[in-house]
């Protein structure tokens, strides 16, 4: 009888100590693109660089990436680039001032020295978010949503992709850049490679005026 209890009761302490311990030690990540330091209650994993495909390649990702900062290589590394190879490119802010828009900075200056982030490269960092299961870029908004108090805001951006007009782009994904973005230090030179834009409503098939036809689209990611 002693046995049978014990065989029962065992998973029982095992389940309840499980359902102690997991919350605390669950967790979710998410990459705070422009910026290089995690909100307040989150952990830096990494900083880095933003990087992904050259703007007019039809070819290799599709997809920004966020590398660290200090690479490494592979011991079996060859050197010279490789026919046929992917390249990764760094990415530039690209905020252009043309078309009757002299005042286009959509983005806050805070954290970029007061330079303008036309033509600089841009910076990313992985944060980590302890007792969270689960975090999610929400388009459209400034917070989490209506009746989502329980949510955590980690932040808030703009909108932002490759261009659609500009030379021979290529889709890119959408990604929420921070509302105040940085920099890498140095990097003033117009250079191209992996390009961001800020993404702008286009009324139609989107409600307006709930939209507003040609507003940049803000931007949110929250935690769970």
């Known amino acids: 009888m002693v046995s049978t209890i014990l065989l029962v009761t065992l998973p029982c302490l095992l389940c309840a100590l499980l359902l102690h311990v997991g919350p605390a030690a669950a ?43 200090k690479p490494q290589w ?11 190879s992917s390249l990764l490119y ?14 286009n900075k959509p983005f806050e200056s805070d954290n970029a020295r007061g330079a303008d982030l036309a033509n600089r490269d841009a910076v990313c960092v992985l944060c980590y978010v302890p007792n969270s299961s ?30 659609v007009n500009w030379g021979d782009q290529h889709r890119s ?6 509302e105040a973005p940085e920099a ?10 992996a390009l961001l834009y800020p993404v702008q409503v286009a009324c139609g098939s989107l409600p307006c005026p709930d939209y507003v036809n040609g507003n940049e689209v803000t931007c949110a990611v929250c935690s769970v």
Request: aromatic content about 10%; hydrophobic content about 30%; proline content about 4%.
């Open 27 to 69: 967790g979710s990540t998410y990459i705070r693109w422009g910026r290089t330091t995690c909100p307040a209650g989150a952990r830096v994993l990494y900083k880095g660089y933003m990087a992904g495909s050259q703007f007019n390649q039809v070819g290799a990702g599709s997809n920004y990436l966020c590398v660290h900062e």
């Open 74 to 84: 592979s011991k079996s590394n060859v050197p010279g680039v490789q026919a046929w």
């Open 90 to 103: 760094g990415t530039e802010y690209e905020i252009h001032a043309a078309g009757g828009f002299p005042n």
């Open 134 to 163: 689960t975090n999610f870029m929400l388009p459209g908004r400034q917070d989490c949503g209506e009746d989502n108090d329980d949510l955590k805001l980690e932040y808030k951006g703009l909108l932002a992709s490759n261009s």
């Open 173 to 178: 994904e959408f990604i929420c850049i921070d």
């Open 184 to 193: 890498r230090l140095g990097s003033e030179a117009d250079l191209n490679g």
